[in-house]
């Protein structure tokens, strides 16, 4: 048995797989997909941060009830100097989240954790806050 190597073909582009244009296929796609009509108007490109950008700024996040409610006395709550420094950001589960700017304004607010917790609970019992969260953030 004689052994007989295969030709081998150079490597060239690739050749397409069907040379034939189909005109059927071509007029089909043409009133299909309208190609007739004169090309949309040119724009600018523009960068998908950007757009994300606009759209976010056009959201607002909407705020809870209760929260607005103790927004508006919390300087009562916690006494202005606190306030200053300090307000609710949101409720979930029963813990009332409350934003801090400064760490040491947290400390202060950690001593007082369940003077205030009281003092909510006690004139707003609708709320049903149980606990109270401090994180340090910059309130808006």
Do not use: C
Request: glycine share 4%; aromatic share 8%; charged share 30%.
């Amino acid at each position: 048995m004689q052994f007989k190597p295969e030709k081998v073909k150079p490597l060239y582009m690739e050749e397409p797989r069907n040379r034939k244009v189909n005109r059927d296929r071509w007029e089909l796609d043409r009133v299909r997909y309208q190609m007739d009509k004169p090309a949309a108007p040119q724009r600018d490109p523009v960068a998908v941060k950007d757009i994300v950008a606009d759209v976010a700024a056009g959201l607002e996040q909407p705020l809870q009830e209760s929260i607005r409610i103790l927004r508006s006395v919390w300087p009562k709550l916690v006494g202005p100097s606190i306030a200053l420094h300090s307000q609710p950001g949101f409720i979930k589960e029963g813990i009332l989240y409350i934003f801090v700017s400064q760490a040491g304004w947290l400390s202060e607010l950690e001593r007082n954790r369940q003077a205030v917790l009281y003092k909510i609970e006690d004139r707003y019992t609708e709320m049903n806050i149980r606990r109270l969260q401090f994180e340090l953030r910059r309130p808006d």
